[in-house]
Protein backbone atom coordinates (compact mmCIF):
# COMPACT_ATOMS: atom_id res chain seq x y z
CA UNK A 1 0.00 0.00 0.00
CA UNK A 2 1.40 3.24 -1.18
CA UNK A 3 0.26 7.10 -0.07
CA UNK A 4 -0.34 9.84 -2.66
CA UNK A 5 -0.50 13.71 -1.69
CA UNK A 6 -2.77 15.68 -4.21
CA UNK A 7 -2.33 18.93 -4.56
CA UNK A 8 -5.40 20.74 -5.45
CA UNK A 9 -7.35 23.85 -6.20
CA UNK A 10 -10.46 22.35 -5.50
CA UNK A 11 -13.14 21.57 -2.72
CA UNK A 12 -14.14 17.65 -2.02
CA UNK A 13 -17.42 18.50 -2.11
CA UNK A 14 -17.29 20.12 -5.41
CA UNK A 15 -18.51 18.59 -8.44
CA UNK A 16 -16.22 15.34 -9.52
CA UNK A 17 -13.56 15.67 -11.41
CA UNK A 18 -10.15 14.01 -12.49
CA UNK A 19 -8.27 14.71 -9.28
CA UNK A 20 -11.85 13.37 -7.50
CA UNK A 21 -12.08 10.20 -9.55
CA UNK A 22 -8.39 9.25 -9.21
CA UNK A 23 -8.62 9.65 -5.79
CA UNK A 24 -11.40 7.30 -5.08
CA UNK A 25 -9.55 4.77 -7.49
CA UNK A 26 -6.42 4.82 -5.75
CA UNK A 27 -8.15 4.13 -1.98
CA UNK A 28 -10.00 1.58 -4.22
CA UNK A 29 -6.75 0.05 -4.83
CA UNK A 30 -6.04 -0.13 -1.35
CA UNK A 31 -3.87 3.39 -1.27
CA UNK A 32 -3.97 6.19 0.98
CA UNK A 33 -4.25 9.68 0.01
CA UNK A 34 -3.73 12.87 1.47
CA UNK A 35 -6.10 15.18 -0.43
CA UNK A 36 -5.05 19.09 -0.12
CA UNK A 37 -7.95 21.06 -0.71
CA UNK A 38 -8.91 24.37 -2.05
CA UNK A 39 -6.06 26.99 -0.15
CA UNK A 40 -7.34 30.01 1.71
CA UNK A 41 -5.54 33.37 1.23
CA UNK A 42 -4.44 35.61 4.55
CA UNK A 43 -7.53 37.27 5.92
CA UNK A 44 -9.73 34.52 4.11
CA UNK A 45 -12.89 33.50 6.05
CA UNK A 46 -12.67 29.76 5.98
CA UNK A 47 -14.61 27.87 4.24
CA UNK A 48 -16.66 25.08 5.57
CA UNK A 49 -14.59 21.88 5.69
CA UNK A 50 -15.75 19.07 3.64
CA UNK A 51 -16.89 15.41 4.87
CA UNK A 52 -13.46 13.05 3.25
CA UNK A 53 -14.50 9.27 1.94
CA UNK A 54 -12.97 6.59 3.85
CA UNK A 55 -9.60 6.39 2.84
CA UNK A 56 -9.13 10.02 2.19
CA UNK A 57 -7.64 12.55 4.27
CA UNK A 58 -8.11 16.11 3.46
CA UNK A 59 -6.07 19.16 4.69
CA UNK A 60 -6.20 22.44 3.78
CA UNK A 61 -3.36 25.14 3.82
CA UNK A 62 -3.14 29.06 2.45
CA UNK A 63 -1.48 30.43 -0.16
CA UNK A 64 -0.28 34.51 -0.25
CA UNK A 65 -1.24 35.63 -3.66
CA UNK A 66 -3.56 35.17 -6.04
CA UNK A 67 -2.01 34.41 -9.21
CA UNK A 68 -2.51 37.86 -10.78
CA UNK A 69 -0.65 39.77 -8.32
CA UNK A 70 2.31 37.18 -8.79
CA UNK A 71 3.86 39.41 -11.64
CA UNK A 72 7.76 39.48 -11.49
CA UNK A 73 10.34 37.31 -9.59
CA UNK A 74 9.90 39.63 -5.97
CA UNK A 75 6.09 38.35 -6.07
CA UNK A 76 6.84 34.91 -7.41
CA UNK A 77 9.43 34.47 -4.46
CA UNK A 78 7.70 35.67 -1.80
CA UNK A 79 4.28 33.71 -2.66
CA UNK A 80 6.33 30.29 -2.91
CA UNK A 81 7.88 30.97 0.22
CA UNK A 82 5.06 31.70 2.26
CA UNK A 83 3.02 29.28 0.71
CA UNK A 84 6.25 26.61 1.09
CA UNK A 85 5.53 27.67 5.00
CA UNK A 86 2.19 26.73 4.99
CA UNK A 87 2.42 23.56 3.25
CA UNK A 88 4.79 22.32 5.59
CA UNK A 89 3.40 23.18 8.55
CA UNK A 90 -0.25 21.51 7.18
CA UNK A 91 1.41 18.46 6.44
CA UNK A 92 4.09 18.51 9.43
CA UNK A 93 1.52 16.04 11.64
CA UNK A 94 1.29 13.31 9.07
CA UNK A 95 4.89 11.10 8.99
CA UNK A 96 5.91 12.09 5.51
CA UNK A 97 7.96 9.37 3.88
CA UNK A 98 10.06 9.55 0.82
CA UNK A 99 8.00 6.54 -0.47
CA UNK A 100 4.92 8.60 -0.66
CA UNK A 101 3.72 10.46 -3.94
CA UNK A 102 2.78 13.69 -4.73
CA UNK A 103 -0.31 14.19 -7.21
CA UNK A 104 0.09 17.58 -8.33
CA UNK A 105 -2.97 18.92 -10.02
CA UNK A 106 -1.29 22.90 -9.60
CA UNK A 107 0.27 24.41 -12.82
CA UNK A 108 2.09 26.85 -10.55
CA UNK A 109 3.32 24.65 -7.54
CA UNK A 110 6.64 24.23 -9.01
CA UNK A 111 8.36 24.52 -5.29
CA UNK A 112 6.74 21.51 -4.72
CA UNK A 113 10.26 20.23 -5.50
CA UNK A 114 12.03 21.77 -2.67
CA UNK A 115 9.33 20.73 -0.36
CA UNK A 116 9.38 16.95 -1.57
CA UNK A 117 13.15 16.51 -2.80
CA UNK A 118 13.35 13.04 -3.04
CA UNK A 119 9.73 12.18 -3.75
CA UNK A 120 8.10 11.04 -6.83
CA UNK A 121 6.20 14.16 -8.14
CA UNK A 122 3.39 13.45 -11.14
CA UNK A 123 2.08 16.56 -12.31
CA UNK A 124 -1.68 16.42 -14.07
CA UNK A 125 -1.76 19.70 -16.37
CA UNK A 126 -6.12 18.88 -17.32
CA UNK A 127 -6.78 22.65 -18.12
CA UNK A 128 -5.42 25.47 -20.49
CA UNK A 129 -4.28 27.71 -17.73
CA UNK A 130 -2.71 30.35 -19.47
CA UNK A 131 -5.18 30.89 -22.62
CA UNK A 132 -8.29 30.01 -20.46
CA UNK A 133 -10.71 32.85 -19.53
CA UNK A 134 -11.37 33.74 -16.16
CA UNK A 135 -14.51 33.33 -14.35
CA UNK A 136 -16.18 36.46 -15.42
CA UNK A 137 -15.37 35.34 -19.15
CA UNK A 138 -12.76 37.52 -20.05
CA UNK A 139 -9.51 36.90 -20.86
CA UNK A 140 -6.53 37.14 -18.75
CA UNK A 141 -3.94 40.35 -19.24
CA UNK A 142 -0.51 39.45 -21.71
CA UNK A 143 1.56 40.28 -18.92
CA UNK A 144 -0.30 37.99 -16.74
CA UNK A 145 -0.08 35.23 -19.28
CA UNK A 146 3.17 35.56 -19.47
CA UNK A 147 3.77 34.87 -15.59
CA UNK A 148 1.34 31.61 -15.92
CA UNK A 149 3.28 30.33 -18.61
CA UNK A 150 6.52 30.92 -16.37
CA UNK A 151 5.27 29.25 -13.56
CA UNK A 152 3.78 26.01 -15.52
CA UNK A 153 7.00 25.73 -17.35
CA UNK A 154 8.92 25.53 -14.12
CA UNK A 155 6.43 23.36 -12.33
CA UNK A 156 6.53 20.95 -15.49
CA UNK A 157 10.22 20.73 -15.60
CA UNK A 158 10.48 19.91 -11.91
CA UNK A 159 8.03 16.87 -11.94
CA UNK A 160 8.86 13.47 -12.41
CA UNK A 161 5.93 13.01 -15.15
CA UNK A 162 3.51 14.88 -16.70
CA UNK A 163 0.09 14.08 -17.85
CA UNK A 164 -2.86 15.56 -19.34
CA UNK A 165 -6.69 14.50 -21.11
CA UNK A 166 -6.02 16.95 -24.09
CA UNK A 167 -3.85 16.68 -27.38
CA UNK A 168 -4.08 20.47 -27.56
CA UNK A 169 -2.13 20.79 -24.25
CA UNK A 170 0.18 17.83 -24.69
CA UNK A 171 1.65 19.62 -27.79
CA UNK A 172 1.22 22.98 -25.76
CA UNK A 173 3.30 21.10 -22.89
CA UNK A 174 6.21 19.26 -25.06
CA UNK A 175 7.86 22.48 -25.46
CA UNK A 176 9.57 21.77 -21.88
CA UNK A 177 8.44 18.03 -21.05
CA UNK A 178 7.40 14.57 -22.05
CA UNK A 179 3.70 14.43 -21.31
CA UNK A 180 1.52 11.53 -22.09
CA UNK A 181 -2.25 11.15 -22.41
CA UNK A 182 -4.03 10.35 -19.33
CA UNK A 183 -8.16 10.29 -20.21
CA UNK A 184 -11.26 10.10 -17.39
CA UNK A 185 -12.60 6.64 -17.12
CA UNK A 186 -15.96 5.45 -16.32
CA UNK A 187 -17.19 5.47 -12.99
CA UNK A 188 -19.35 2.42 -12.89
CA UNK A 189 -19.01 -0.50 -15.70
CA UNK A 190 -21.42 0.07 -18.88
CA UNK A 191 -24.78 -0.38 -17.96
CA UNK A 192 -27.39 -1.41 -20.40
CA UNK A 193 -30.20 0.88 -20.33
CA UNK A 194 -33.60 0.29 -20.16
CA UNK A 195 -35.70 -0.17 -23.13
CA UNK A 196 -38.51 2.16 -23.59
CA UNK A 197 -40.17 4.78 -26.09
CA UNK A 198 -40.28 7.20 -23.60
CA UNK A 199 -36.77 8.99 -23.61
CA UNK A 200 -38.19 12.38 -24.08
CA UNK A 201 -35.16 14.30 -21.91
CA UNK A 202 -32.17 15.65 -23.63
CA UNK A 203 -29.53 16.21 -20.86
CA UNK A 204 -26.62 18.43 -19.84
CA UNK A 205 -25.21 17.78 -16.68
CA UNK A 206 -22.47 19.71 -15.43
CA UNK A 207 -21.21 23.62 -14.82
CA UNK A 208 -23.94 25.59 -16.12
CA UNK A 209 -21.74 28.30 -17.01
CA UNK A 210 -19.51 30.24 -19.68
CA UNK A 211 -18.49 27.16 -21.58
CA UNK A 212 -21.58 26.70 -22.71
CA UNK A 213 -23.15 27.87 -26.32
CA UNK A 214 -26.70 29.67 -25.23
CA UNK A 215 -28.09 31.23 -28.34
CA UNK A 216 -27.01 27.65 -30.17
CA UNK A 217 -28.92 25.95 -27.48
CA UNK A 218 -31.48 28.79 -27.54
CA UNK A 219 -31.85 28.23 -31.34
CA UNK A 220 -32.51 24.12 -30.84
CA UNK A 221 -35.25 24.67 -28.16
CA UNK A 222 -36.97 27.12 -30.44
CA UNK A 223 -37.02 24.36 -33.10
CA UNK A 224 -37.62 21.29 -30.96
CA UNK A 225 -40.47 23.26 -29.62
CA UNK A 226 -41.98 23.33 -32.71
CA UNK A 227 -40.67 20.41 -34.77
CA UNK A 228 -40.45 17.71 -31.43
CA UNK A 229 -42.73 19.73 -29.14
CA UNK A 230 -41.76 16.15 -26.44
CA UNK A 231 -38.52 16.75 -26.12
CA UNK A 232 -37.47 18.88 -23.35
CA UNK A 233 -33.52 20.33 -22.33
CA UNK A 234 -32.85 19.77 -18.63
CA UNK A 235 -29.86 21.58 -17.60
CA UNK A 236 -28.37 19.92 -14.42
CA UNK A 237 -25.62 21.27 -12.12
CA UNK A 238 -23.91 24.07 -10.48
CA UNK A 239 -24.80 27.15 -12.01
CA UNK A 240 -22.65 29.94 -12.97
CA UNK A 241 -25.76 32.97 -12.89
CA UNK A 242 -25.99 35.12 -16.08
CA UNK A 243 -28.01 37.16 -17.68
CA UNK A 244 -27.71 34.41 -21.10
CA UNK A 245 -29.23 31.84 -18.75
CA UNK A 246 -32.12 33.78 -17.40
CA UNK A 247 -32.74 35.08 -20.86
CA UNK A 248 -33.00 31.19 -22.20
CA UNK A 249 -35.02 30.43 -19.40
CA UNK A 250 -37.37 32.69 -19.92
CA UNK A 251 -38.10 32.20 -23.47
CA UNK A 252 -38.22 28.63 -23.59
CA UNK A 253 -40.51 26.67 -21.77
CA UNK A 254 -39.17 23.44 -23.05
CA UNK A 255 -35.62 24.85 -20.67
CA UNK A 256 -35.63 23.46 -17.36
CA UNK A 257 -32.84 24.14 -15.22
CA UNK A 258 -31.71 21.99 -11.89
CA UNK A 259 -29.72 22.20 -9.06
CA UNK A 260 -26.83 19.53 -8.74
CA UNK A 261 -27.55 16.05 -8.54
CA UNK A 262 -25.65 12.46 -9.02
CA UNK A 263 -26.11 11.03 -12.39
CA UNK A 264 -28.19 7.87 -11.02
CA UNK A 265 -30.50 10.09 -8.99
CA UNK A 266 -32.38 11.54 -12.24
CA UNK A 267 -34.75 9.87 -14.37
CA UNK A 268 -32.38 7.57 -16.78
CA UNK A 269 -35.18 5.84 -18.33
CA UNK A 270 -36.59 9.12 -19.78
CA UNK A 271 -32.92 10.24 -20.91
CA UNK A 272 -32.08 10.04 -24.86
CA UNK A 273 -28.80 11.37 -24.59
CA UNK A 274 -26.06 13.58 -22.98
CA UNK A 275 -25.52 16.73 -24.54
CA UNK A 276 -22.26 19.03 -24.43
CA UNK A 277 -23.04 22.09 -26.16
CA UNK A 278 -19.75 23.90 -25.68
CA UNK A 279 -18.77 26.99 -27.33
CA UNK A 280 -16.19 27.28 -30.46
CA UNK A 281 -13.04 29.33 -30.74
CA UNK A 282 -12.17 29.43 -27.02
CA UNK A 283 -8.94 27.87 -26.73
CA UNK A 284 -9.65 26.27 -23.08
CA UNK A 285 -12.72 24.37 -25.08
CA UNK A 286 -10.99 23.89 -28.03
CA UNK A 287 -8.06 21.74 -26.55
CA UNK A 288 -10.81 19.50 -24.96
CA UNK A 289 -10.57 15.47 -26.42
CA UNK A 290 -12.97 14.09 -23.54
CA UNK A 291 -14.42 15.97 -20.41
CA UNK A 292 -14.74 13.82 -17.47
CA UNK A 293 -18.66 13.78 -17.77
CA UNK A 294 -18.93 12.39 -20.72
CA UNK A 295 -17.68 8.68 -20.22
CA UNK A 296 -19.89 9.18 -16.90
CA UNK A 297 -23.19 9.33 -19.90
CA UNK A 298 -21.51 6.60 -21.27
CA UNK A 299 -21.25 4.13 -18.94
CA UNK A 300 -25.44 4.80 -18.42
CA UNK A 301 -25.30 3.82 -22.42
CA UNK A 302 -26.20 7.69 -22.95
CA UNK A 303 -24.98 9.07 -26.64
CA UNK A 304 -23.58 11.76 -26.94
CA UNK A 305 -24.74 15.64 -28.61
CA UNK A 306 -22.10 18.16 -28.76
CA UNK A 307 -20.89 21.70 -30.16
CA UNK A 308 -17.50 23.48 -30.09
CA UNK A 309 -14.15 21.13 -28.86
CA UNK A 310 -12.79 20.47 -32.91
CA UNK A 311 -10.93 17.58 -30.99
CA UNK A 312 -13.31 15.75 -29.50
CA UNK A 313 -12.92 11.90 -30.08
CA UNK A 314 -15.23 10.46 -33.15
CA UNK A 315 -17.24 7.71 -32.75
CA UNK A 316 -20.81 6.36 -34.00
CA UNK A 317 -22.49 7.31 -30.75
CA UNK A 318 -21.12 10.94 -30.68
CA UNK A 319 -23.36 13.50 -32.34
CA UNK A 320 -22.19 17.17 -33.77
CA UNK A 321 -25.30 19.37 -33.45
CA UNK A 322 -23.08 22.88 -34.74
CA UNK A 323 -23.09 20.77 -38.14
CA UNK A 324 -25.96 19.79 -40.39
CA UNK A 325 -29.60 19.72 -38.88
CA UNK A 326 -29.35 19.85 -35.26
CA UNK A 327 -33.38 18.43 -34.94
CA UNK A 328 -33.10 15.52 -37.54
CA UNK A 329 -30.22 14.19 -35.68
CA UNK A 330 -31.97 14.03 -32.74
CA UNK A 331 -34.62 12.10 -34.50
CA UNK A 332 -32.19 9.76 -35.54
CA UNK A 333 -30.82 8.57 -32.17
CA UNK A 334 -34.24 8.37 -30.82
CA UNK A 335 -34.34 5.80 -33.61
CA UNK A 336 -31.21 3.82 -33.60
CA UNK A 337 -31.12 4.35 -29.77
CA UNK A 338 -30.64 0.44 -29.33
CA UNK A 339 -28.69 0.10 -32.12
CA UNK A 340 -25.82 2.25 -30.52
CA UNK A 341 -25.39 0.34 -27.37
CA UNK A 342 -22.76 -2.41 -28.19
CA UNK A 343 -20.13 0.20 -30.05
CA UNK A 344 -20.65 2.50 -26.58
CA UNK A 345 -20.32 -0.64 -24.04
CA UNK A 346 -16.74 -1.96 -26.02
CA UNK A 347 -15.78 1.93 -25.67
CA UNK A 348 -16.63 1.97 -21.94
CA UNK A 349 -15.06 -1.86 -21.15
CA UNK A 350 -11.90 -0.41 -22.99
CA UNK A 351 -11.73 2.71 -20.79
CA UNK A 352 -12.93 1.45 -17.58
CA UNK A 353 -11.44 2.11 -14.47
CA UNK A 354 -8.86 -1.13 -14.29
CA UNK A 355 -7.29 0.33 -17.59
CA UNK A 356 -6.67 3.74 -16.23
CA UNK A 357 -5.48 2.30 -12.71
CA UNK A 358 -2.74 0.13 -14.18
CA UNK A 359 -1.52 3.11 -16.62
CA UNK A 360 -1.13 5.24 -13.69
CA UNK A 361 0.62 3.18 -11.44
CA UNK A 362 2.73 2.29 -13.94
CA UNK A 363 3.89 5.51 -14.94
CA UNK A 364 4.54 6.15 -11.09
CA UNK A 365 6.73 2.96 -11.10
CA UNK A 366 8.40 4.12 -13.96
CA UNK A 367 8.49 7.71 -12.51
CA UNK A 368 9.77 6.28 -9.21
CA UNK A 369 12.94 4.10 -10.93
CA UNK A 370 14.11 7.41 -12.82
CA UNK A 371 14.47 8.99 -9.57
CA UNK A 372 15.65 6.84 -7.42
CA UNK A 373 18.87 6.77 -10.72
CA UNK A 374 19.54 9.92 -10.35
CA UNK A 375 19.45 10.63 -6.38
CA UNK A 376 22.13 7.28 -6.48
CA UNK A 377 24.26 9.23 -9.48
CA UNK A 378 24.01 12.69 -7.14
CA UNK A 379 24.81 10.87 -4.15
CA UNK A 380 27.75 9.68 -5.73
Not at 35 to 50: D, H, N, V
Not at 136 to 155: D, E, H
Not at 361 to 379: E, F, N, P
Request: proline share 6%; hydrophobic share 40%.
Amino acid sequence: MSRFIFFTKTLWNEVPRLRHQLAHLLVGAGHKVLFLEKPYFPGQRQIQRSVASAGVQLLRHGELLHHKYRIGPIARWAHASWTKHSIAQTVQDYGLDTDDVVVNFNYDYYFLRNLFPRNTIVTIINDDFINGLTKAGNRSPRFVRSSLAYAQRMTCSMSDAVLTPSIALQDQLAAYCSPELFMPWADIAYRQPSKTDGRDLILYWGVIGRRLDYPLISALAGRLAKEQPTKRLVLVGPTEHSTELQLLLRLHGNVELHGPANLDALPLERILGGIIPYVRGEPEVDAIVFPNKAMQLLARGLPLLITGMPRFIEEPFVFRLDVGDAVSTIRHIANCFEDLQPAIKKFVDMNGSSARLDQFVTIVCRAQKVRSTALSKHAL
